[in-house]
């Protein structure tokens, strides 16, 4: 695993999720932005396909719908951006 990707892996266990996103001790969710929240579940990405690098390195299954995302966002997948972690659900409760 890239050496980036188990700084993230980390953080997002030591938050309460277990290493692989599939496999999580709570339901985990992110939301893409051109920005960092400041949170320690921020985290820089280099373009879209490193994106999906680690979501597949992680387990996570659910990457075809990501570059209509980015589409949708006006962000540009060649670009980097930042994905900022939460827990499921937490996002609506906060809004």
Do not use: C
């Not at 050496?3 to 266990?13: G, T």
């Not at 290493?19 to 960092?36: H, N, Q």
């Amino acid at each position: 695993m890239k050496e980036s990707y188990q700084v993230i892996s980390d953080a997002l266990h030591e938050a309460g999720f277990k290493s692989s996103l599939e496999d999580k001790a709570g339901p985990l969710d992110f939301k893409i932005t051109e920005y960092s929240l400041n949170t320690k579940l921020s985290f820089r990405f280099e373009n879209l396909q490193d994106l999906i690098d680690f979501l597949s390195q992680t387990g996570h299954a659910e990457v075809e719908h990501l570059q209509a995302s980015f589409m949708d966002l006006g962000i540009d997948p060649d670009k980097y951006f930042w994905v900022n972690f939460f827990e499921k659900g937490k996002e609506e409760a906060q809004t």
